[in-house]
Each structure stands twice: as C-alpha cells, then as structure tokens.
C-alpha cells in the first residue's frame, strides 16, 4: 500500500521545528523586519518563549559586549540582500552571554524580490573560548620565549665575560636584581663544616644581613634547603613567602639548585614581589637560567682543579656502623686509631693501633659486615696492630674511590671520626653530596680547602704507590708498622709473612724489592 502524499510545506515545517540550530524567519516587508517564526532550537539556545519574540526585531539578543562592527556587518549583507554570517556576543533571556554564529540569506519569491530573510543561530561559544584560549597560550608563548632569550642570554653574557666564581655569582645577582619582577636575589653555597647555606653574593631592594639570609640545609619548611636536597626547583607564595624575607614584604620566593649533571654548585634564590610574578613560565625560565649559572660554575671549578696544586680537608664524624671502625669500637671496649692502608685489588687492607684485647676485637670483627677478614699483625708496645680487610662495598672504599686518602681515623666507644684529603684534580662537591646521601650517620664537622706548594720531598715519594706493586708494598707497609724495623723488634718476618699468606722466603724478596725501590726514588732522582 502506497505511503500517503504529505505537502511539501508540511514536511519543510517539521523539519525546520526539528532542526538542531535555531532557525529564524523575519519580514523585510513589515516595519523593523520582525521575526515572524522561530523554531524550537532557538527557544532553547536564547531562552525566550516564542510568543515574546514574534513581531519583534531580533537585536534584543544583543548586550554590551557586543561588538557593533559585527552588528554594522549583518545589517549590510541585509541590506544588500546577499547571506551573510558573522559571530556574535549574544545574551539569553536569564542575561547570560553566550557566543552565536548567525547566518542570514535572503528568500526571493519567483520574481526574485525578496520577500523574507532566513535565519541560522549556532551556539558556538565553546569553540570560540577554545579559539581564545589558544590564541592567548601562543601569545604566552610568544612573551616566554622573549624572556627566556631576553634574561637568560644576558645572564649568559655576563657569567662568560667574568673572572672567577665570585665574579660570577656577583654578575648574576646584578643581573637579575635588575629585572622589574625580582625584587631580591642571593646566591649562596652549603658549608659543608656547619649544614648551613649561607650566601656569598646578594643584591636587591632591602639592606639584608648575611645572616638573615643563611638557612639549615636540613630545614624541612625552607624552600632553599628543599632545592638543595633535591636538586629540583622549589618555590613558595604568599604569607610562606613573606615568612622567610620579612623585611622585604614578598609574594613568592624560588630557590634553584646550581647543578650541573651528579654536582650541586650552590642555590639561586629570587623573591619576587608578588605571587602571580612565579607562574609556571617564569619557573621554567629560573630552571634554565640555574643551568646556565651551574654550567659556568662547573667549567670555573675544572679549570681551576687543573691549574691548583691544593688540596681539599674534610672531617667526617660518624655515629653509626656506615664505618666498620665505629662499629667494632661499640661492640669492643678500646679505642681504635688508624695507621695505614693498602689498596689491593679486590679490597681495601686497613691497619689499625687498638689497646684491646686481641680476642675480642678478632671475635667482634667476625660480626662486622663491612669486615671480610681481621688478624693481628704484631705487637707495636702498649697496643695491638691489626689488619682489616674490607668487603667491596665500604664508606673507605666510597671515599677512596672519589679520590680521597685516609689521614686519620679514631673511634671508641661507637663513635669515630675520620680525616681525609682530597687531591685537587677531585670532585670534592661530588664526593661530600654523595657521601651525605648514602650514609646518613655520616656528618661533615670540617671542611678546609689546603694550598700545598711543591716540595722536594713530595714529588720524591708522590708515586711510591705506583712504583711498588701491590705486594711489595704492603710488605713494606706491614713491617713497618708492626715494628719491624725497631731496635727491639717486637715482630718477626715469618709472622708478617704468615699474616700476607705466603713464605717467609717471598715475604722478604718482596720487601728487599720495595726496600730497593724506595732507595733509588730517594736517592738517585
């Protein structure tokens, strides 16, 4: 059965009511061109009930913000007769603006004289803040890359064309004192003796002391001391802010750790006037700029390791087993003093002075992890000399393998203190950072950088290690520590022999041999 015949204007009619936009009719012929119909899509897009728009001129849809150029624009097309869209800055019945996308053409009759004008209204005000939004994150974009070349580039001027790390530390708080959106800037460096960051350059609006500057490295509320354990950019706004600088009245404050890849070279602190001037642009462009400045720092630093003939002091005082010595000392009543060691190839041989009972101090270094083997070697007088051969993995071989060579050790009674130099070709930073991370009963007590001018007797005996093999000097070593070669000779050959595990015959070629060795670098240089 045939589908009944529907009218065409039926159909035009309920598919215009069905129409997802709204769809308008206004008459040209009539005075103000009213609306004449509307569809249910514009009811729902402006609010307003049909029966209080027809007869009216549809500019009710329009408010204070709308842009009249656009306004100016629809009513040329109309009156040009030609279709026509243009956005614009709506508002509903309730007074919410909203954004519309209006199109109007013309409807000609079969004469071609218009007759009516059509009308599509599109909510589109997502697409448009979407556009807004965009177009200001490029302009963000735009602003950061300027201030990124713009204060990075004149840091990085300034850092290269000076001399020494003072120079560059000073450079770069001038510099950026100078930018209108910093208002104090410090750079400062930890001392390693005390666990406090302390400023070495400052400058900016307020007259601050040095001291009112310094911050505890183990502060856990400082944004400071938060940048140098972590290495990352830390900051704080508002009442936090202003907490730390008092006598600046602050909004933000941002700490930038100076690192340069494993190495921490110091902080860059900036307060900035208000919180909104420490935005996710501007953090970044400080993350880069404390790369720039530790990058600078690092190549200052390696030139002059390489041109120094110093060396670096540092004390460590230790309260827990991360030192094998300290953990003994607990565990034995005596006292523990360091005397030499041999660096062999699979592990470190330490000799120590102990005035406990051997049985003791051989039975306590059995339960000592660090501790692969322990032995007594001779008699040296009112105490015991004793060997210990470490595991591979110690606090002494940590140091020793960032450079560092063991002056003094003592402990007693669980707690031991320990001496070391650094060569100046070392990473000192590196070392101490490391140590500090990994060893937390571990604290630095003392920390002197040393110049040392060449002396005959050094250069004569700088590379005795290397001259001597590994045996050969810790017979030598041995013997000389035990007592050896004393008037009264407390210990004999066979027992220093034994304790290196092989005959007495080797153990004295290989002394003869480091004996000769050493009589020739003194001798014959």
């Known amino acids: 059965m045939d589908a009944p015949d529907v009218p065409v204007a039926d159909v035009r009619l309920r598919a215009m009511e069905a129409a997802p936009v709204g769809i308008t009719i206004t008459d040209p012929t009539r005075p103000d061109n009213p609306l004449v119909y509307v569809n249910d899509a514009f009811e729902r897009v402006t609010g307003y009930a049909r029966e209080d728009v027809l007869g009216r001129n549809c500019r009710f849809l329009q408010g204070p913000e709308t842009d009249p150029d656009a306004v100016a624009d629809l009513r040329e097309g109309i009156a040009a007769a030609e279709p026509t869209t243009v956005v614009l800055r709506n508002y509903r019945a309730d007074g919410e603006a909203f954004w519309n996308e209006v199109t109007v053409a013309p409807l000609r009759d079969d004469d071609g004289q218009v007759t009516h004008f059509v009308g599509f209204q599109t909510d589109v005000t997502a697409r448009v803040e979407a556009e807004a939004a965009l177009e200001s994150e490029r302009a963000h974009l735009a602003r950061f890359l300027d201030r990124l070349e713009g204060v990075v580039g004149d840091v990085t001027q300034a850092v290269v064309s000076a001399d020494g790390r003072a120079s560059v530390e000073e450079a770069v708080c001038e510099r950026l004192a100078a930018v209108d959106t910093y208002s104090f800037v410090w750079i400062g460096d930890v001392d390693h003796a005390t666990g406090v960051v302390r400023p070495h350059a400052w400058q900016g609006d307020a007259d601050v002391a040095a001291d009112a500057l310094a911050v505890d490295r183990d502060d856990p509320d400082s944004p400071v001391a938060n940048a140098v354990e972590t290495g990352t950019v830390q900051h704080v706004t508002g009442p936090r802010a202003n907490d730390y600088l008092p006598a600046l009245d602050v909004g933000g404050v941002a700490a930038i750790p100076l690192r340069y890849r494993e190495t921490t070279y110091g902080v860059l602190v900036v307060a900035t006037p208000t919180s909104a001037a420490l935005d996710e642009s501007e953090l970044t462009v400080l993350e880069a700029l404390g790369r720039t400045v530790a990058t600078a720092l690092s190549a200052r630093e390696s030139r002059r390791l390489i041109a120094d003939d110093g060396q670096v002091a540092v004390e460590f005082a230790v309260s827990d087993d991360s030192l094998f010595v300290v953990d003994l000392s607990a565990r034995v009543d005596g006292t523990f003093d360091y005397r030499g060691m041999v660096e062999e190839s699979d592990a470190p041989l330490l000799f120590f002075d102990v005035d406990a009972d051997p049985e003791a ?109 590994t045996r050969q000097f810790t017979a030598l070593q041995k013997a000389y520590l035990s007592g050896y070669y004393d008037a009264n000779r407390s210990v004999t050959g066979e027992a220093l022999a034994e304790s290196m595990g092989i005959s007495r015959s080797t153990f004295h070629q290989h002394l003869r041999a480091a004996e000769q060795k050493v009589f020739a670098a003194a001798f014959e240089r």
């Open 361 to 469: 101090v051989l039975a306590a270094a059995a339960d000592v992890p660090a501790v692969a083997s322990a032995g007594v070697v001779g008699d040296a007088g009112e105490t015991g000399l004793f060997e210990f051969r470490l595991r591979g993995d110690s606090f002494v071989r940590e140091l020793a393998e960032r450079g560092a060579r063991v002056r003094e050790m003592h402990a007693a009674g669980g707690e031991g203190r320990i001496h070391v130099d650094f060569s100046a070709s070392a990473d000192v930073r590196a070392a101490v950072e490391r140590v500090r991370e990994r060893y937390p009963g571990v604290e630095v007590v003392a920390y002197r950088e040393d110049e040392r001018p060449p002396t005959a007797e050094r250069d004569a005996f700088a590379g005795l290690e290397d001259l001597l093999t």
